[in-house]
T-cell receptor, first 111, second 113 residues
Framework: LAKTTQPISMDSYEGQEVNITCSHNNIATNDYITWYQQFPSQGPRFIIQGYKTKVTNEVASLFIPADRKSSTLSLPRVSLSDTAVYYCLVGGGTGFQKLVFGTGTRLLVSP | DAGVTQSPTHLIKTRGQHVTLRCSPISGHKSVSWYQQVLGQGPQFIFQYYEKEERGRGNFPDRFSARQFPNYSSELNVNALLLGDSALYLC????????????FGQGTRLTVV
């Protein structure tokens, strides 16, 4: 399964745009890229998923370059409640879903 | 609609004991997966079940077992508990087992003393 590399932590301020980049050099042809958010003592929550180019939903955008060896999660105008750990995952191409979580990126949003 | 529900929310066990954790998936979801999350780390895959059959197993010892019932609920069993089994155990459900959005429960916090 493809290994992912993310920054350990990031700091931001309310109202700013936050971009978290994930490297996945060994991504397989049929793998998808998925991002989850996790608050302390809660289960992860699905944010967004994509295969290539750009995906946007009501909470985030996901940018995937043509070579798919990296991806960037973009959170527009973050608020204090966006303080959480963000996980980048690749996989799902085998047909059954074994989510492989790394250590994630701890995002701290300050006033 | 109720989300993924897990029980109990917390429990404390003694080394060597056995524990059973329970999970009810979202209505209509046929796939249930179990994850272990140790403090400070990301969740680690333990098992996936789909239509009552095991579809995947992570790198965990045979002390860990699971099953899925006809109503798609699931149990995770851990025998001969070790201190290192202390963790948050998460259950996730999805419509199918593939590249679909997984919905996680709040988890069961297991403390082994």
């Amino acid at each position: 399964l493809a290994k992912t590399t993310q920054p350990i932590s990031m700091d931001s301020y309310e109202g700013q745009e936050v971009n978290i980049t994930c490297s996945h050099n060994n991504i397989a042809t049929n793998d998808y890229i998925t991002w989850y958010q996790q608050f302390p003592s809660q289960g992860p929550r699905f944010i967004i998923q994509g295969y290539k180019t750009k995906v946007t939903n009501e909470v985030a955008s996901l940018f995937i370059p043509a070579d798919r060896k990296s991806s960037t999660l973009s959170l527009p105008r973050v608020s204090l409640s966006d303080t959480a750990v963000y996980y980048c995952l690749v996989g799902g191409g085998t047909g059954f879903q074994k989510l492989v979580f790394g250590t994630g990126t701890r995002l701290l949003v300050s006033p | 609609d109720a989300g993924v529900t897990q029980s109990p929310t917390h429990l404390i066990k003694t080394r060597g004991q056995h524990v059973t954790l329970r999970c009810s998936p979202i209505s209509g979801h046929k796939s249930v997966s179990w994850y272990q999350q140790v403090l400070g780390q990301g969740p680690q895959f333990i098992f996936q079940y789909y239509e009552k059959e095991e579809r995947g197993r992570g790198n965990f010892p045979d002390r860990f077992s699971a099953r899925q019932f006809p109503n798609y609920s699931s149990e995770l069993n851990v025998n001969a508990l070790l201190l290192g089994d202390s963790a948050l155990y998460l259950c996730a459900s999805s419509l199918t087992g593939g590249v679909t959005e997984a919905f996680f429960g709040q988890g069961t916090r297991l403390t082994v003393v």
